[in-house]
């Protein structure tokens, strides 16, 4: 009898400690928050783009006691990468990108001074904590370089110090944390390197009068390798490069700038989706080839070649439904999508209400600098087609219907020839903006007289409106 109890006892201990496994605990005290507020940890599985998010994640939720909070996280095999949000009554500045894993049961700790980590697993956290701490260092003043083309060099020369120096303390910490927080690490500080500073150079650069001094200044820089490129290629055959925040946005880039920007070609999807596809493998493979086609689904170039092939191959279930949700709203000869809004005095409109008509929707909000400098191009189309079988409807995504019809009323936005349409606060999780993930404003989506998906416009500041024009002028 005792041995049968002791048994169960001993299972049930097991399995007790199993379960306990599947969690992490991240728990703390930070005196800048009181009683009433709370923490708030933003948890994903690929990465911590949550303002944009690729993928699906989790929220978590604990309040304040005592100025001390405790969340317990669920966490599987893979290490998550999370947002930590202090409240939202105090100036706490969240911690970005800090990973957990499964069995870690981590204190934050507050000084005036910032953060440090204690308890099982922490010692990750402190290193990400550091490698941030070096880089600020590092790059302080770096915007004062961006005044002349030629500071891209200082740019350059900073990033690449920085990124030793950091590569440098992950080396030295690298008995402390797990395999896998190692190469995830690694992976983000390899961004840094390889996207840091092509990023600031499209970025400031590339389409200014001053383009050619920039790119001679970048391309007669004397790039040191910090990185041994035989360790790289092993180093890109790590499966967890799937789970990389930001791992295939830097080589996206590098290879913008390598094989377009230098050689002072247009960047093509198809040219880059062979790239990758030729010369990468695996899961890694995967990654770069769903990012692309992501972050480009709302280009002008048509999608519908490199993603039904990416779906033939891709097997990572989270990418197939991500392309498979691209396919459904973004590719030419869809079906589109029957939304249901508002207008400026209440009356509910739906796209089925203008079939044999084209259409165009124009999604914007009130502050969009991009959105204010678009307006004129599509005024003089809407005057063009104003008699037309032709509709403008201008999307508005504001939180308060007070603030979008005082921006109407102001005319930076749109013209008199529109039907102004409202998602009623909902902002980017009305459904229309789930349906074409929309993320970022203006965008614009023609649609054709039959209810199907068109070409995605070109932007008429880059063309004055001819491929708009044409689309329409074709279609009616």
């Not at 706490?92 to 953060?115: A, H, Q, W």
């Not at 280009?299 to 991500?322: C, G, M, Y």
């Not at 013209?415 to 980017?428: A, D, P, Q, W």
């Given at each position: 009898?005792?041995?049968?109890?002791?048994?169960?006892?001993?299972?049930?201990?097991?399995?007790?400690?199993?379960?306990?496994?599947?969690?992490?605990?991240?728990?703390?005290?930070?005196?800048?928050?009181?009683?009433?507020?709370?923490?708030?940890?933003?948890?994903?599985?690929?990465?911590?783009?949550?303002?944009?998010?690729?993928?699906?994640?989790?929220?978590?939720?604990?309040?304040?006691?005592?100025?001390?909070?405790?969340?317990?996280?669920?966490?599987?095999?893979?290490?998550?990468?999370?947002?930590?949000?202090?409240?939202?009554?105090?100036?706490?500045?969240?911690?970005?990108?800090?990973?957990?894993?499964?069995?870690?049961?981590?204190?934050?700790?507050?000084?005036?001074?910032?953060?440090?980590?204690?308890?099982?697993?922490?010692?990750?956290?402190?290193?990400?904590?550091?490698?941030?701490?070096?880089?600020?260092?590092?790059?302080?003043?770096?915007?004062?370089?961006?005044?002349?083309?030629?500071?891209?060099?200082?740019?350059?020369?900073?990033?690449?110090?920085?990124?030793?120096?950091?590569?440098?303390?992950?080396?030295?910490?690298?008995?402390?944390?797990?395999?896998?927080?190692?190469?995830?690490?690694?992976?983000?500080?390899?961004?840094?390197?390889?996207?840091?500073?092509?990023?600031?150079?499209y970025q400031n650069f590339s389409r200014d009068s001053l383009s050619q001094i920039a790119l001679k200044t970048v391309i007669n820089y004397p790039k040191p390798e910090i990185v041994n490129p035989s360790s790289v290629y092993l180093f890109n055959k790590n499966e967890l490069l799937q789970y990389s925040a930001t791992y295939a946005t830097a080589l996206i880039l590098k290879y913008q700038f390598d094989s377009c920007y230098v050689r002072h070609r247009p960047f093509l999807i198809n040219p880059c989706y062979k790239f990758i596809k030729n010369n990468y493998s695996g899961r890694l493979r995967e990654r770069l080839i769903t990012n692309l086609l992501y972050y480009y689904r709302g280009d002008d170039q048509d999608l519908s070649?490199?993603?039904?092939?990416?779906?033939?191959?891709?097997?990572?279930?989270?990418?197939?439904?991500?392309?498979?949700?691209?396919?459904?709203?973004?590719?030419?000869?869809?079906?589109?999508?029957?939304?249901?809004?508002?207008?400026?005095?209440g009356k509910m409109h739906r796209l089925s209400d203008y079939k044999g008509k084209v259409v165009l929707m124009d999604f914007w909000y009130t502050g969009c600098g991009n959105c204010i400098q678009i307006a004129p191009y599509l005024e003089e189309l809407e005057k063009t087609y104003a008699n037309r079988p032709v509709i403008f409807l201008s999307i508005n995504i504001d939180r308060t219907r007070n603030q979008w019809i005082k921006s109407i009323n102001g005319g930076k936005y749109n013209s008199h020839y529109v039907t102004n349409l409202f998602t009623n606060g909902k902002e980017l999780k009305h459904p229309i903006c789930l349906h074409y993930n929309i993320n970022a404003c203006p965008t614009l989506i023609l649609i054709d007289k039959s209810g199907a998906l068109m070409q995605n416009p070109t932007d008429p500041r880059i063309d004055n409106g001819y491929n708009l024009k044409k689309q329409i002028l074709d279609s009616i």
């Amino acid at each position: 009898m005792k041995n049968i109890l002791l048994t169960t006892l001993l299972v049930v201990g097991a399995a007790m400690r199993i379960y306990a496994s599947d969690y992490a605990v991240i728990s703390g005290s930070v005196s800048q928050i009181e009683k009433g507020d709370s923490v708030i940890v933003l948890v994903s599985k690929y990465g911590y783009s949550f303002s944009e998010p690729l993928f699906e994640f989790k929220v978590y939720k604990a309040p304040i006691l005592n100025h001390r909070f405790n969340i317990k996280i669920s966490v599987g095999n893979i290490p998550l990468y999370t947002e930590i949000r202090f409240g939202s009554k105090h100036k706490v500045k969240p911690l970005i990108g800090y990973l957990i894993e499964k069995g870690d049961n981590i204190t934050v700790n507050s000084t005036p001074d910032g953060f440090y980590f204690t308890g099982k697993g922490s010692e990750k956290l402190n290193v990400i904590y550091d490698i941030d701490r070096i880089e600020k260092s590092d790059l302080k003043g770096i915007g004062e370089d961006l005044v002349h083309p030629e500071g891209l060099n200082n740019i350059f020369m900073k990033i690449d110090i920085s990124a030793s120096h950091q590569l440098q303390l992950l080396e030295t910490r690298k008995p402390d944390i797990s395999n896998e927080a190692f190469v995830l690490i690694k992976a983000q500080i390899l961004f840094k390197l390889y996207g840091e500073g092509v990023s600031r150079y499209y970025q400031n650069f590339s389409r200014d009068s001053l383009s050619q001094i920039a790119l001679k200044t970048v391309i007669n820089y004397p790039k040191p390798e910090i990185v041994n490129p035989s360790s790289v290629y092993l180093f890109n055959k790590n499966e967890l490069l799937q789970y990389s925040a930001t791992y295939a946005t830097a080589l996206i880039l590098k290879y913008q700038f390598d094989s377009c920007y230098v050689r002072h070609r247009p960047f093509l999807i198809n040219p880059c989706y062979k790239f990758i596809k030729n010369n990468y493998s695996g899961r890694l493979r995967e990654r770069l080839i769903t990012n692309l086609l992501y972050y480009y689904r709302g280009d002008d170039q048509d999608l519908s070649k490199p993603l039904n092939d990416a779906l033939t191959f891709i097997r990572n279930n989270d990418f197939v439904k991500l392309l498979f949700k691209i396919k459904s709203s973004r590719l030419i000869g869809t079906q589109a999508y029957n939304f249901k809004l508002i207008d400026t005095i209440g009356k509910m409109h739906r796209l089925s209400d203008y079939k044999g008509k084209v259409v165009l929707m124009d999604f914007w909000y009130t502050g969009c600098g991009n959105c204010i400098q678009i307006a004129p191009y599509l005024e003089e189309l809407e005057k063009t087609y104003a008699n037309r079988p032709v509709i403008f409807l201008s999307i508005n995504i504001d939180r308060t219907r007070n603030q979008w019809i005082k921006s109407i009323n102001g005319g930076k936005y749109n013209s008199h020839y529109v039907t102004n349409l409202f998602t009623n606060g909902k902002e980017l999780k009305h459904p229309i903006c789930l349906h074409y993930n929309i993320n970022a404003c203006p965008t614009l989506i023609l649609i054709d007289k039959s209810g199907a998906l068109m070409q995605n416009p070109t932007d008429p500041r880059i063309d004055n409106g001819y491929n708009l024009k044409k689309q329409i002028l074709d279609s009616i």
